[in-house]
């Protein structure tokens, strides 16, 4: 993205290169790769601090007018925490469904005097059961907006097998709403090793 400056005032932005008129004359979009020659028109790279949509409501746009760039920011205001919270336990007993809707039918079956549920699923769902009441408990305790930010991207160490057998170590943020850590013994992943908060 590239803006127009003048008297120290964006007047215009370019979401692409495109043909510019400047002083009367029309400018094909290759004079977007002639840096210099668009810094002498006035127009600089342009780029935007990103708001996190999740969180916060965007307000109106500002510009930090840099001799090589110009940076866009929004206000923003953090949304309402019970809101987001309310959400979040919604989110979070939505998942627990997800995961024991694919074994509903062992249940049925069982209870219409079928073949029984194996005791390995059994625990299973009850592990995601009571993993969702402690999500939801974890959820309610949250205090502020940063904690909040915390739950939904909680740094953690992944371990993983590569394809020569080698351990190796992956930082990724997750998310406590979505993810949960029971094992399910109905699948097996052979080049997972750990996972580990860090």
Known sequence: MFCQVEDNEVIQTYPRPTSIVIDGVTHPKQVFMDKARLKSFGILPYREDVVDKRFYLRGSLSY????????????????DIAILKNNMIDRV??????????????AIREAEGGTAMPDNVK???????????DKETEIKALSDLDAVMLYEATPYIETQKNDAGEN????????????YFAEDPLTDDPSFVSLVKK
Do not use: F, Q
């Not at 625990?123 to 009441?133: K, L």
């Not at 170590?169 to 979505?178: A, G, Q, R, V």
């Open 64 to 79: 930090e007018i840099g001799s090589d760039e110009v940076v866009g920011t929004y206000a923003k205001t953090a949304k």
């Open 93 to 106: 007993n939505s998942r627990a469904s997800s995961i024991l809707a694919r074994d509903d039918w062992m």
């Open 123 to 133: 625990a299973y769902r009850a592990a995601i059961r009571e993993e969702s009441n």
């Open 168 to 179: 190796v170590e992956l930082e990724c943020p997750i998310n406590l709403t979505n993810h």
